[in-house]
């Protein structure tokens, strides 16, 4: 079975612009987990989605953004970037009723 | 609000030796998971042990084992005969059993001394 897949891997982006960040999870998978990982902050939860609904939401501001596709597949956005999104973003997969999350390798975006 | 808590942000071991990683966190529930996850070099998370709040008996997966003590609100994480591929960011997560956000600590980042 195939794992979580993200993509795209590496993404560099200037300040003010906008970007989106894709996760498939494993097949059969219906919840999808963001996370923002940095040096500073460590790791953070943004959202989650289960059925195209998001379910939970961490504390980050508007500029961040998601969506869950009919097939789970998922979409994070972040408009108007700043130089402290820079981050690796994470994307977790979960079966239902198991609550172990399985992660993609992440993205890798920087923002100059 | 729950957290979890490590304490050692840097630890290491020697090759073939046994290394503890500590973890507490704080909740009001009475069920919920708890896990270790390791993230290499590669930054890829991998899980490596999984706990149910409602089991006594700690969990073990071939070299690594927990402690769990729930009164004491602790899991701390045994890996015994280290191993050089062992080295890696280490973190300990909460969930709960309602929901699916998991609330990761800080991490410890383990070396293995060849």
């Known amino acids: 079975k195939a794992g979580v897949t993200q993509t795209p891997r590496y993404l560099i982006k200037t300040r003010g612009q906008q970007v989106t960040l894709s996760c498939s999870p494993i097949s059969g998978h219906r919840s999808v987990s963001w996370y923002q990982q940095t040096p500073g902050q460590g790791l953070q939860f943004l959202f989650e989605y289960f059925s195209e609904t998001q379910r939970n939401k961490g504390n980050f501001p508007g500029r961040f953004s998601g969506r869950q596709f009919s097939n789970s597949r998922s979409e994070m956005n972040v408009s108007t970037l700043e130089l402290g999104d820079s981050a690796l973003y994470l994307c977790a997969s979960t079966r239902q009723g198991y609550n172990e999350q399985f992660f993609g390798p992440g993205t890798r975006l920087t923002v100059l | 609000a729950q957290t979890v808590t490590q304490s050692q942000p840097e630890m290491s071991v020697q090759e073939a030796e046994t290394v503890t990683l500590s973890c507490t966190y704080d909740t009001s529930e009475s069920d919920y998971y708890l896990f270790w996850y390791k993230q290499p070099p590669s930054r890829q998370m991998i899980l490596v042990i999984r706990q149910e709040a409602y089991k006594q008996q700690n969990a073990t997966e071939n070299r690594f084992s927990v402690n769990f003590q729930k009164a004491a609100k602790s899991f701390s994480l045994k890996i015994s005969d280290s191993q050089l591929g062992d080295a890696a960011m280490y973190f300990c997560?909460?969930?709960?059993?309602?929901?699916?956000?998991?609330?990761f600590g800080p991490g410890t980042s383990l070396s293995v001394i060849p």
């Open positions: 997560a909460y969930v709960e059993t309602s929901y699916d956000k998991v609330i």
